[in-house]
């Protein structure tokens, strides 16, 4: 069986041969291209199974070689490589067809597994087309093929959202691990009330994506070492509208997106941006208010050590009704420190495993 034909793109010529050595070495077969315009001259004389795309100087080009792709109609997944700074490219890069991102500096094995991944749902996507051409395919096997694509295409999107939150806490390196620790915090207070599984998802997706409008806030406030003034504080506010802006625009984040806006909302009205009250506040937002403020308190900042666990108990109490919902806090109660201190312990041990972390 002919190997399959895998497109890097890179226009550094160290960085290009690594890749093309490192996917030669597996077995793929490779071409490669130093610029956008060079594949799109291979594209159209040479059938591909996956395009590789690491263009440093210009993550805009890598964008349009993509817009290019689905313009055709063409089965083809593209891999984006693309520098932390770029996550607001990445995330539209992937709104506009690109099946996965992995950021610099990468891991071999990580960069195998998503072409591997990659190379597999492109063969199912073209079977899937084949088959509404007209071509005869058995409906248990079609049915088999989506589930797996589907399967494959949402783990893919997992590990991106991963890295986009990685990429948040290099921006913001006060607050790295941030994003993990309060996700697995919600997500254990959520299980403690009893939400419905089917609800997890979008809860954890919603709490680890909560501050991604921040990589719209600029350097200057965001990284501010002091206290911000009126006017500062207004634009820092605005990173919740940012990242529903950013978030509500992927079809299997849109549920997500009021968490991202609700975020800061506090069950007395008392929140931002809107002001809202008691049950307007999605409940994902209202958890997840809790677990944010559990880890603020607990964890280490430059200015200031982390408090214990059993501070972060009092401030949560004494705010039931007011920042946060009693229910919540209720059940927040209810379970020991000892569970939160594990689950920060297990967070710190298994950087980039979150998913295995939660359980979802």
Sequence with gaps: MAAEKVLVVD????TRTILVSLLRRE??????????????????????????????TSGEQALRLVDHIRARQLQIPVILIMRAEEAEQAVAGMRNGAYDVVFRPFQND???????????????????????????HLVEARTSLLREAMFELERSYDTTLEALG????LKDSETEGHSRRVTAY????????????????????????????????PDA???????????????MRRHCLSGYQ??????????AADIVYSHQEHYDGGGYPRQLRGEEIPLGARI???????????????????SPFSSARNEIARCAGSQFDPRVVDAFLSMPSEVWEELRDAITGQAGSLARAVGI
């Design 288 to 306: 997840f208010a809790v677990a944010d403020t559990l880890d603020a308190i607990t964890s280490d900042r430059p200015y200031r050590r982390g």
């Design 221 to 235: 406030i965001l990284l501010k070492p002091g206290r911000l003034d009126h006017d500062e504080v207004s634009v």
């Design 11 to 14: 226009d550094e010529q160290l």
């Design 166 to 169: 990685d990429a948040l806490d």
């Design 27 to 56: 077995g793929y077969g490779l071409e490669s291209a130093r610029d956008a315009e060079e594949a799109l001259r291979i594209l159209a004389v040479k059938p591909l199974d996956l395009i590789v795309v690491s263009l440093s």
């Design 246 to 255: 950013i978030v509500r625009k992927i079809p299997f984040l849109k549920e």
């Design 110 to 136: 990580v960069m195998l597994a998503a072409v591997a991944r990659g190379v597999t749902y492109g063969k199912v996507s073209r079977r899937d087309v084949t088959y509404r051409n007209g071509l005869e």
């Design 186 to 217: 919600t997500i254990a207070l959520a299980r403690r009330m009893g939400i419905d599984p089917s609800e997890m998802k979008t809860i954890k997706h919603g709490a680890f994506l909560h501050d991604i409008g921040k990589m719209a806030i």
